[in-house]
Structures are given as structure tokens and as C-alpha cells.
């Protein structure tokens, strides 16, 4: 029997009902395989800020790094964004990020062939595309300094500050190579090397890992050309690597491919096997308690989990082949319900329904 504890952050919005439906799966695959896993609840993000007047409180942070593997839903409300940006709930995100030196970010983007009409693109675009998007996560514009607002010339004036050095950029350079080599051997770093230092130094980094690993392709492309390519061919993409900034929008933008970013999943990755999963939406805080979001992003989160914290291979793989057998059957949450003779359900019942097919023996 494997025992793991895990670190429960159900956080704002949304968050508490969708993580609920993740952790109905883990039940069913822990006793499918005779695993345990322990859950441990915590405060983060906008919760935590009406408790403990701070988004990240020191507890929380402490029981993350004494387990195995965090499981968080998502944080935000609107309700907070006139509060001193430096104790948003954002701001818990980006700290437990830091605080556990999560890195990497690997966010797939796999498209579903029960899905194809819930995208906006036409099917000879997206069907077979398979993209994993690794991002770096504790460097670059959201945490460089100097950064603030000041009165410049008789004007507020605010900035921020693009900072990477060589060791960030080398470390997450190496994930997305390993990636590659697992997959299908490409790798497209992104950058505005045109333009910015930062980018320059991106570059000229990437390429000499790229040294080390001869069996991949390495090729390069402007961010703004990316953006353009995720939509009009991409299937071109294996492995996408790039900075903070540049990833957080690409990867939303990738969600179209999909047709939602309910369907998304995410693994945040540090060097020493601690790891973060979450799915890529955020809290959607007008549909708390509505039942109505669908939770397959989060059900996704904990199969990386089993996958990248665990080494659960055959565990992680039976919950995926769960939700294609869901979406086969023709169950739809209301972001993913296009046809005629689909069937929709709630948040609940999606997990439910996911969870039964993964404990089947």
C-alpha cells in the first residue's frame, strides 16, 4: 500500500466545488489500487484573507512542504480587487509558486475527439493536436524587481521589471527538452528576442542546452507570430517552451483549441519532486454554487498529480481513459454542450460519473 499525504487548497469561487469532484476520483482509484491518500485542508487565496487578513497564510505554506503533493482549485473574487495589490489573492498563488520553488509549469493541451465541435476552429485545424506547454514560473515580469508606482514628471507612473538569468532560463530549458524527449522530439522556444534583452539571453541559453540533447529539433518563434500559429496550425507544436508572462497568456489562449478552459488540466513542478496541480481556469466566482462548471481540468490535475508526483502511471492513465469514456457516453457540462442528444449535467455528476468509470476493475 502507498500512502501520500496531499495538501487539500480548495481556495475561492469555484474552487471548493470542482476540487470536491478530483477528490471523489482519487477515492476510487485509491481503492481500485489499494493506495491511501490523506488529504489535508489548508486556507489559500481570498478565504484565507477573510480568516487570516493575508492570502498565504505561514501554516499554509508550512503543510505544503511537509507533503507529498498539493491539490488546488483556484483563487480570486471580485470582491477583493480593491484591496492593496500586495495582499490580493493572487498573490497567494504567485507565493506558494515561489515558496515551493515551482518552476516549471506543464500545461497539455490535448484535443478530445468527442469534442471537436466545442471548439471554434474547424476540425482539419485541431483534430490530433497534442501540445504540451512548459512555462517557466518564478522568474521573469511577475517577480523581477525593481518594480512599483511613483510620481514621475507630476504623474503616477507604475513598472515592472523583466529579469532572468542564466540558471533559470537553463533549468526550465532542461524540462522542456526531457518533455520532448518523451513525446515527439520538438521543441519551439518563444521569445521577443527582436526586441528585448531578456529574450536574447533566452535564446542564446536554450540554444546551448539544446546541445545536450541532439535527438530534438529545436526551433525558435516570436510570441506574437505563436499566437498567431496556436490558432491557424497548431498541430506544428509538440513541445512549446517560453517565460512567465508570454506562457500565462499562450496557454489561455490554447484553451480554445479545446473548446474550454474547463478542460485543461496543469502540473507546477520544482526540483525536488514537490508539485503543485491545478486546473488552468480560475474561480469563476458568478457561477460559485450553481453546480454548472465542469470539473474535468480539475479531475486531469489530480491524474498529473498520480503521474509527475507519484510515479502512478497506469493510475493517472485509468482516470484519463475515465473522462473519454464519460464524454463518449455523451455526458456535457454547459461549457462543452453543442449537439443535439447530448446530455447535460452538473458539476457533481460529471465527477460522479468520471469517478465510477476509474474505479471499474
Known sequence: MQIKKILILKGDGIGPEVVEQALK??????????HKFEY???????????????????????????????????????????????IRPEKGLLGIRKGLNLFANLRPVKIFDELISS?????????????????ELTG??????????????????AFNTMVYSESEIKRIAKVAFETAMLRNKKVCSVDKANVLDVSRLWREVVIEVAKDYPEVELYHMYVDNAAMQ??????????????????????????VLSGSLGLLP????????????????????????????????????????LKYSFNMEKEAKDIEIAVCEVLKQGYRTEDILKNEGEKLVGTSEMGDLIANEAGKR
Not at 476520483?25 to 489499494?34: E, G, M, P, T, W
Not at 471548439?119 to 512555462?135: A, G, Q
Request: charged share 20%.
Open 140 to 157: 521573469g515580469i511577475y517577480f523581477g524587481e525593481p518594480r512599483g508606482t511613483e510620481i514621475k514628471n507630476g504623474e503616477k507612473t
Open 40 to 86: 489535508i485542508e489548508a486556507l489559500i487565496g481570498g478565504v484565507a484573507i477573510d480568516k487570516f487578513g493575508v492570502p498565504l497564510p505561514d501554516e499554509t505554506l508550512k503543510l505544503a512542504k511537509t507533503s507529498d503533493a498539493v491539490l488546488l482549485g483556484a483563487v480570486g473574487d471580485w470582491k477583493y480587487d480593491k484591496l492593496d495589490p500586495a
Open 119 to 135: 471548439s471554434p476552429l474547424k476540425e482539419n485545424l485541431i483534430r490530433n493536436t497534442d501540445i504540451m506547454i512548459v512555462r
Open 25 to 34: 476520483v482519487l477515492d476510487a482509484i485509491s481503492q481500485k489500487y489499494n
Open 230 to 255: 496556436l490558432v491557424v496550425n497548431p498541430k506544428q507544436f509538440d513541445v512549446i517552451l517560453t517565460s512567465n508572462l508570454f506562457g500565462d497568456i499562450l496557454s489561455d489562449e490554447a484553451s
Open 266 to 305: 496543469s502540473a507546477s513542478l520544482s526540483g525536488d519532486n514537490i508539485g503543485m496541480f491545478e486546473p488552468c481556469h480560475g474561480s469563476a466566482p458568478n457561477f460559485k454554487g450553481l453546480d454548472v462548471v465542469n470539473p474535468i481540468a480539475t479531475i486531469l490535475s489530480a491524474a498529473m498529480m
